[in-house]
């Protein structure tokens, strides 16, 4: 899978890293933006309360 | 030196020439990888998807643990901020003095656990907590404000870990240890005497207007703090419940109390 990606990325190896790297970048991004704050509900680690549900 | 290498007349030369020789040929085919068989390549997709699942899982740690912290002390310094500012036009002139419920009602001062002040809001929802604020319940039992005057329970919940991590050293309040909570014009010392170190998230009991599993049995004004325990997890909920002790006024240089000092 990742050595697929690094064949299809342009440019020498040099270039590539550097894709690599915003890619990376990228992807830490969603996940900490959008993706962990919607799953972190769903998931039974930060319920502080106490109520009758 | 290779095995393959023949012998043949200068040595040195040959040693040289026959080693570019033999590599070239066995790099040269490009990537051996394509070699793989179908066996292999879908072990080896799989592998990654192994191997990535687990960073994503670190980075959710990460996330919890750290990121958040980072978001929610931002936030709260900011709605705190909000609110002293306010109490400070409020204290200038003849602006309207009653406070905005939204922006937070006052500050939790707990030395024992920590030496920074938490902004209590209204409401337990993890909209409001998660912006680094302990929150007074709305429901399942409605708190008594300490400002109302009123006998009752002043029950609050905040995290243990993440989103600023308020509650984070409740284990390190002791019986006796003060509790401090700052209005715009009043001082309210409470005096830590019940802790509850496990018991149900079900049990809605420990937020009632006399919390019998304190040992208390009259009305009176409590406080009562709660979060979740052990530590990083959520299974149970871990209480601490004051007693106001007394009141004091603010002066102009909103001196703190002396257990504070």
Redesign the interface.
């Known amino acids: 899978m990742y050595s697929w990606i690094w064949r299809h990325l342009p440019g020498n190896g040099w270039v590539r890293a550097l894709i690599s790297l915003v890619l990376i970048i990228a992807v830490v991004y969603i996940l900490f933006q959008y993706v962990f704050p919607w799953a972190e509900p769903l998931l039974p680690f930060n319920d502080v309360t106490v109520d009758n549900q | 030196m290779r095995s393959s290498v023949k012998g043949s007349g200068n040595v040195a030369a040959t040693a040289d020439d026959t080693e570019d020789h033999t590599d070239t040929p066995a790099s040269s085919p490009p990537p051996a ?1 394509r070699r793989l068989g179908p066996v292999a390549m879908v072990v080896s ?1 799989f592998g ?2 192994l191997i990535t699942a687990g960073l ?1 899982l670190a ?2 740690v990460a ?2 643990l750290w ?1 958040t912290n980072v978001v929610a002390d931002r936030t709260a310094a900011k709605q705190a901020d909000e609110v002293r500012d306010n109490w400070a036009k409020g204290s200038d002139g003849d602006g309207p003095v009653s406070f905005d419920t939204k922006d937070g009602i006052g500050f939790l001062h707990v030395p024992a656990m920590s030496g920074d002040e938490i902004l209590v809001e209204k409401g ?1 929802s ?1 909209k409001v ?1 998660n912006d680094g604020v302990a929150g007074y ?1 709305t ?2 039992v409605k708190a008594a404000l300490p400002t109302s005057g009123k006998e009752g329970n002043f029950s609050l ?7 600023g991590a308020k ?1 984070h050293g409740i284990h390190k309040i002791e019986k006796g240890d003060p509790i401090v909570f700052e209005t715009k014009d009043k001082w309210y010392v409470y005096k830590t005497f019940a802790i509850l170190p496990e ?6 009991d ?2 009632s207007k006399i919390p019998k599993e304190s040992g208390r049995k009259k009305a009176g004004h409590y406080i009562t703090l ?3 325990t052990p530590v ?3 299974t149970y ?1 871990y209480i601490v419940w004051g007693e106001l002790v007394r009141t004091e006024k603010v002066d102009s240089d909103r001196t703190p109390p002396e257990e504070l000092r």
């Open positions: 990888r997709f990654e998807l994503v980075l959710f996330y919890s990121w337990t993890m907590l319940y429901d399942p919940a905040a995290h243990r870990d993440g989103h509650f018991t149900s998230k079900y049990n809605v420990v937020l709660t979060t979740c990083y997890t959520s909920r």
